[in-house]
């Protein structure tokens, strides 16, 4: 069996370097969740797309004017909205190196989050009681499907906020923290804006 050489003072040479560098992953990281967050945008698209073809077709059942309650989506609406702004105070407080209230802020936000996914299956919980199912028609199939893939979007970046929160508790607030923070911003804000266009489109305009 052969043996690697010994360097001059004795000691086995290596022909790989054991230190690991700093990889300047920074940019490569933002341009490649920028690129995802295209790649989401060209979904919702899609699924706006397919609701604007679908929403007129009740098939001779209930339509918006039969089962949305707007004051619900508004309060909703608002929960969303509330837990932007509060992700906004979490993004200062990060730039400031203040780590308690970078995560007091998080938590703030879940919550908002929380209540904004309990409000929504409140709303499909109530409109399948009352037969609304998506097999009813062409309308709910493309509601309950535009709707619903926001809400799965935000219960993934619940889940990502409370993983965040366990990498900030143990290594605080370093420059890998920093970019993850600064990701989530971007996804949560991202969603923020595709509910705006949910609110608008499907809610406002069924009622009108």
């Given amino acids: 069996m052969s043996t690697a050489p010994l360097s001059p003072s004795g000691e086995q040479a290596a022909f790989y370097d054991l230190d690991e560098h700093a990889h300047p992953e920074g940019h ?3 341009l490649g969740f920028w690129i995802y967050l295209m790649s ?8 706006f797309a397919c609701f604007g073809v679908l929403g007129g077709n009740f098939a001779a059942g209930p339509g918006p004017k039969d089962l949305f309650d707007l004051n619900l989506i ?14 906004g105070f979490a ?3 990060m730039q400031q190196g203040k780590l308690r209230q970078t ?16 409000i929504e299956l409140y709303e ?3 409109l399948i009681h009352i037969g609304a199912t998506p097999q009813r028609s062409a309308f709910l199939s493309a509601f309950f499907t535009l709707v ?9 970046g619940l889940v990502w906020m409370a993983t965040l929160l366990v990498q900030l508790n143990r290594h605080g607030l370093i420059q ?15 969603l923020d804006v595709i509910w705006i266009g949910v609110f608008t489109f499907v809610y406002l305009l069924g009622m009108l």
């Fill in 28 to 30: 490569s990281t933002m």
């Fill in 40 to 47: 989401d945008c060209l979904i919702f698209a899609i699924l």
């Fill in 74 to 87: 508004a309060l909703n609406t608002a929960m969303l909205l509330f837990s932007s702004i509060t992700y």
């Fill in 91 to 93: 993004m200062l407080a």
């Fill in 103 to 118: 995560q007091t802020w998080l938590v703030v936000t879940g919550l908002f989050g929380l209540a904004f996914l309990g």
């Fill in 124 to 126: 499909f919980h109530h």
């Fill in 148 to 156: 619903g893939t926001h809400g799965l979007h935000v219960t993934f």
């Fill in 176 to 190: 890998a923290n920093r970019r993850r923070v600064a990701c989530l911003s971007l996804f949560w804000h991202f």
